[in-house]
C-alpha cells in the first residue's frame, strides 16, 4: 500500500512539473507573440500618422495576428532543447539550410500571389518565409560558429542562436510593419486600394481591415495629413479597377 501510494505521489509530481513547464512555455510564446506583434502594428500605423490605430487590436487579437511565428521559433527551440545531444555529434548540414531557402520561397510566393488577386483580404504568409530564411541562415551561422559552442555545449549554443533568432523578428517586425505602411501610402503591391463609401464623394484608401469587421480607410494626404475612418467593411465597397 505505501509503495502505490508513493508511486502516485511521484506520478503526480511529474505530473505537476510537467504541466507547470508546458505553462511556462505557452506565456512566453503568447508574450513574444504580443511583443513583436504590437512592434509590426504600432510601426505600421505610426508611419501611415495614426498611431491611436493600434489601439484598435485588443491584447488576444495582437497574440493572434503573430502567433504562427512565435509558435514556430517555440517549436524550434523545443526540437533543439530535446535533441542537442544528438546534434551535439553533428555538422550544421548546407544542404539542410537549401531546402530551409527553398520553402521560404514557396511561402513568399504564396504570399505575393494572394496579396495579388485576393484584394480584401491580408497574407501572412511572409512571416513563415522571414522566419524561415532566417533559420536557413543560422544554420550556416551554426557551422562557422560550432567550435565556438563546443567550448560551452550545445545547449548553451543553442540557446544563443534561439535569442539571436527571437532578436531578428522582433527588429524585422518593426521595418516589415514600415515597409508595408510606405506601399499603402504609394498604393504599391496591391496595398492602400481605392474604396467607396455610399454616402460620401470622398476618395478613400484602405489602410488595414481591423478586429470586428472593420476597415481603417484615409485620404490622401492634403498638407501633410490624413483624415482616418473606422468604418464597418459592410459599408465599404472595394475598387477592383485600379
Not at 39 to 47: D, E, G, H, I, V
Not at 100 to 129: D, Q
Not at 191 to 208: C, F, H, I, N, W
Amino acid at each position: 500500500m505505501e509503495a502505490k501510494t508513493s508511486a502516485t505521489y511521484g506520478a503526480l509530481t511529474t505530473a505537476s512539473a510537467t504541466l507547470a513547464v508546458i505553462a511556462g512555455a505557452i506565456s512566453v510564446v503568447t508574450a513574444f507573440a504580443y511583443i513583436i506583434a504590437y512592434k509590426y502594428l504600432s510601426r505600421y500605423f505610426a508611419t501611415l500618422g495614426c498611431e491611436w490605430a493600434v489601439d484598435l487590436y485588443p491584447p488576444t487579437q495582437l497574440v493572434q495576428t503573430a502567433a504562427p511565428v512565435a509558435v514556430a521559433v517555440a517549436g524550434i527551440a523545443f526540437a533543439v532543447w530535446n535533441n542537442y545531444p544528438t546534434l551535439s555529434q553533428s555538422e550544421p548540414k548546407i544542404r539542410t539550410s537549401l531546402i530551409f531557402l527553398i520553402a521560404a520561397a514557396a511561402c513568399y510566393s504564396i504570399h505575393l500571389l494572394i496579396e495579388k488577386f485576393s484584394v480584401p483580404y491580408r497574407s501572412y504568409f511572409n512571416w513563415p518565409a522571414f522566419f524561415l530564411a532566417c533559420v536557413a541562415g543560422v544554420i550556416v551561422v551554426a557551422k562557422v560558429v560550432k567550435k565556438l559552442f563546443d567550448a560551452q555545449g550545445i545547449a548553451f549554443g543553442s540557446v544563443i542562436l534561439i535569442l539571436l533568432i527571437a532578436f531578428e523578428i522582433f527588429i524585422f517586425s518593426g521595418e516589415r510593419g514600415k515597409s508595408h505602411a510606405q506601399d499603402v501610402i504609394a498604393h504599391k503591391n496591391g496595398r492602400g486600394q481605392e474604396v467607396k463609401m455610399p454616402d460620401s464623394q470622398t476618395r478613400y484608401r484602405l489602410a488595414r481591415i481591423v478586429p470586428y469587421e472593420r476597415a481603417l480607410i484615409f485620404t490622401e494626404s492634403t498638407g501633410g495629413k490624413r483624415e482616418f475612418r473606422v468604418v464597418s467593411v459592410t459599408e465599404v465597397s472595394f475598387d477592383t479597377s485600379n
